[in-house]
């Protein structure tokens, strides 16, 4: 019986893996010809450093869960899988993947196969993930038989697809072989098992083998290590999660189609982002299943599983996508006819061993090309019209979680972070440090990052002072190392930030919009660590727009947030932009380049989704602690808003503060409430004036 599986990885074992990680001595490494003697280390740094200093396996983990996933006992062996409904239109179909992938591989897939009417089903092979331990080391083989069993167990009698490639490809065939009545139709994208009297005979097929020959003996020394000697392997592998990243990296460098230069050196950034290999790094370390992942070499050769019987003849119908590997490439289709009875063969202009991760649409399309043509449709009754729409509504959920990854994995590829991180108490601080002489801290305001004042402010200061600009946590590339804070929260980050700068004398403390409400914090929460506060269309106020019971609500549900942020929020964000950034810019024109120049993309993606609505909700408690401080306060306060201002009142929040602060004072200006963009010069003269008469 199959059981609801949730992924949550205790918090002690993501430390034991970070402090590994960070602990890894670089010195012991020499540089052996870059990637043509294994692993370039330029490219493994890159990851590492990413790992340690911008990685959130949480994050990770959140997005995920958003996948039904289970586990169930399958003759006796522990099998996770994800298993999303269709409407039963088609058969159901089992994603297998290989090593050194896994279940996430296929997340692109899910959606619109079970759009079109498939139940998905995408097991983590045995020893892989969240799949127990075998006893001992089984093959493809063996396999094949417990996924047949676990599709017996999911849907009975009833014939499904398969699809795999790598140990997908091997044990897809060894099910096809076993159990040709149950099997519908078998995709492969690797053709990885041939009969064992089959023989190259054309010249092509000869050229073809003897090409395969000769790269087995340069990129293969893995696998005769797997299979004969994995146990001295996993001892060295165990208890070095670099190790493991740079085993596993060397792989999806090696065999991805994707550029090379002359050096040998792949672009694998050009096909994966840090973020996916990450992932997929971690699925081999958090349960520690690196090591049982590799008996799968070890058990195809105790159980010789590396070829079919002599005389075999596949006869299930078989679609080969023959896509352009470079280290195990296809065979001539008059090579793989021997063995399988192949009705369908694309030739793909595009992708190597990964197919699934490097060309999805092209693997999509061939698939759904192929079910199509041999689907049995009217096998089973159709589903109910409530399990029918289940299935439409998970697939558009998986729609929407495919869809938040793509688009913040190009946000962050057009906004990359600009500068150094720093880890404080609550979060890890992206920040930009410019310029010399007594400092200035700029802190931003919601939805927003460090670059909305990159249109001239920061360069107008930096000549004559050292400027600080910061990610506020949960926004730009800062990121909260526990649950997101909101107003006053962050306001205790900031101090800490400023606290562990060291700076030479406490600095000129601006905010924007919001971000006027954290410094405001950080002044009456504080005490001493500003020399005074420079605020640019500041929240002094409690807004009272959201009700108490909501506000209590999202802030005590942070996984329901996650769910609604890593769904929902970046399509909703993306579907507003327009409409959002430019009421908040009213009257000013928002800046035809202020998603990338201004960083106004990053504010779309599920962190920054996130954090909105806490600082949100937060607002209303938080500033009337603020408020009830002001009286208290004996830095000078200096605030500016602009005249047509339309999300920030002057009469109210600027009046009232002023009227609050001792000896604060207002300014007004032409234009709306975005000053830092819309008017970056007299946004820069008035936080000049407040250096020159505070720090000189």
Known sequence: ???PFLIAIPEDRLAVIHAKVEAFDWSIMPDAEDWRSGVGLADLKLLVDYWLTRYDWRAQERRLNLLPQ?????????????????????PPLLLLHGWPGSFLEFEALIAPLVADGHDVVVPSLPGYAFSGRPVSPIGPKQTAELMHGLMVELFGTRRYLVQGGDWGAAIGGWMAHAHPDAIAGLHLNMVLLQAKDVAPKKPDEVAWAAKRAELAKEETGYSQEQGTRPQTLGVAMSDSPVGVAAWILEKFGAWADVPRDAQGRPDLWQAFDEDLLLTNIMLYLVEG????STWMYRG??????GNFPAGTRIAVPTGIAAFPDPVFPPPPRSQAEKTYDIVQWTEMPAGGHFAALEQPDLLLADMRRFFASRSVSDDAPKRSIVLRSAGIIAATLAAAAVYTRATTRRTEQDVPADGRFIDVAGARIHYVDRGAGPPIVLIHGLGAQLRNFSYGVADALADTYRVILVDRPGSGYSVPTGEQSGILGQSAIIA???????????????????????????????????AGLALLAPMTQPPGSIPASVANAIESNPGARAIFANLLG?????????????????????????????GGGLGGRPVSVNAALVELASAEIDLNAIVRRYAELSIPVALLYGRDDRVLAPA??????????PGATLEMTDGGHMLPVGHPQASAAFVRNCAERILQ
Do not use: C, N
């Not at 195809?300 to 599983?305: I, K, P």
């Not at 700068?501 to 500003?530: C, N």
């Open 496 to 530: 800490s930030l400023i606290d562990k700068l060291a700076l030479d004398r406490p600095p000129l403390l601006v905010g924007h919009s919001l971000g006027g409400a954290v410094a405001l914090g950080v002044a009456t929460h504080h005490p001493g660590a500003v």
């Open 570 to 598: 970046t399509p909703i964000s993306r579907a507003a932009y327009g409409m959002r950034w430019g009421k908040i810019f009213a009257p000013d024109a928002v800046p035809a380049d202020f998603a990338t120049r201004g």
């Open 70 to 90: 289970f586990a169930a006992e399958v003759q006796g062996q522990r099998l996770h899988f994800i298993h999303v409904r269709g409407d039963g239109s088609r």
């Open 300 to 305: 195809r050769v105790l159980e010789g599983s």
């Open 1 to 3: 019986m199959a059981e």
């Open 652 to 661: 109210i929040d600027g009046e009232r503060a002023v009227a609050a602060i």
């Open 289 to 292: 299943s690196f090591v049982t």
